[in-house]
Nanobody, 122 residues
């Protein structure tokens, strides 16, 4: 059974850091694109970052602050988030799609985790 499980979400003060993890089971990540999305209350799901192995994309609002990484051997995906802002508050989702075309469009992704809550507040 193919499954993605996120962890690492928490309450953090502005300027703080968090590292999100996504454990992937049931398949390996070779030849797959991995991504992180987020959804704040009342807003649409937004692509944060994706990595196709050869290419990485970040949405403008997180460039220079967030870093996506992947460990194909351990079938895990990570999102290091630094200099967090209140507007980063959202449920963060890990997602995987077949193929190596990098995209931040949610409908392109085949597999999703259940999400982990990140709250940035003083």
């Amino acid at each position: 059974q193919r499954q993605l499980v996120e962890s690492g979400g928490d309450l953090v003060q502005p300027g703080g850091s968090l590292r999100l993890s996504c454990a992937v089971s049931g398949f390996t990540l070779n030849a797959y694109t991995v991504a992180w999305f987020r959804q704040a209350p009342g807003k649409e799901r937004e692509g944060v970052s994706c990595n196709s192995g050869g290419r990485t994309i970040y949405t403008d609002s997180v460039k220079g602050r967030f870093t996506i990484s992947r460990d194909n051997a351990k079938t895990a995906v990570y999102l290091q988030m630094n200099s967090l802002r209140p507007e980063d508050t959202a449920v963060y989702y890990c997602a995987v799609k077949r193929g190596i075309l990098a995209t931040l469009t949610p409908r392109d992704y085949n597999y999703w985790g259940q999400g982990t809550q990140v709250t940035v507040s003083s």
